[in-house]
């Protein structure tokens, strides 16, 4: 039987320094890390045979991407001249800048929207980052930040 009288605990202290002392009416600022802003501008480039062509669309924060058609009004993007283009619906995707993450919507196209991880995947909504191949239908596409 123990004698609770008897018992001493061993306490460790934790010593906290207080920051230097300032003069009154000053105060103490930690200046925030540095980060780099992302930017809302981006670019898809066409990939064909494995490999970036020249032709590029550029946009600035969301853009829809699809091929126009009068009923459906204006696209930001519009696949329409690519030879591509024939699998891709009027509104197939939507890519934007989400408090600063890039994203990538499928917009219930016919033939799906797809993000190349280990493989292509069929993706609803997708984060996107620069470098990342997105197929849309049978159109491949390298997004890039600028």
């Known amino acids: 039987m123990v004698d609770d009288q ?20 000053q105060a103490v600022v930690e200046e925030p ?4 802003p992302v ?10 045979g494995g490999v970036e062509t ?14 126009f058609d009068p ?10 001249d690519l030879p591509e283009g024939s699998y891709v619906s009027r509104k197939h995707a939507k890519v934007w ?8 919507a499928d917009l219930g196209s ?3 929207t797809f993000v190349l991880r280990s493989d292509f ?3 609803d909504e997708a984060e996107i980052n620069d470098g990342d191949e997105i197929a849309l239908g049978n159109a491949r596409f390298v997004f890039h930040t600028l």
């Open 54 to 67: 020249d032709t590029e669309f550029t946009f600035t924060g969301t853009a829809i991407i699809g091929r």
């Open 110 to 112: 016919s033939n799906g």
């Open 71 to 80: 009923a459906v009004g204006p696209i930001d993007v519009d696949l329409a």
């Open 97 to 104: 800048l989400d408090e600063g993450v890039w994203k990538i």
């Open 39 to 48: 930017s809302g501008n981006a670019k898809l480039t066409v990939k064909r």
């Open 121 to 123: 995947e069929r993706v």
């Open 6 to 25: 008897n018992v001493v605990e061993t306490v460790e202290e934790e010593v906290i320094e207080a920051p230097e002392a300032v003069e009154d009416g």
């Open 33 to 36: 890390a540095e980060v780099e």
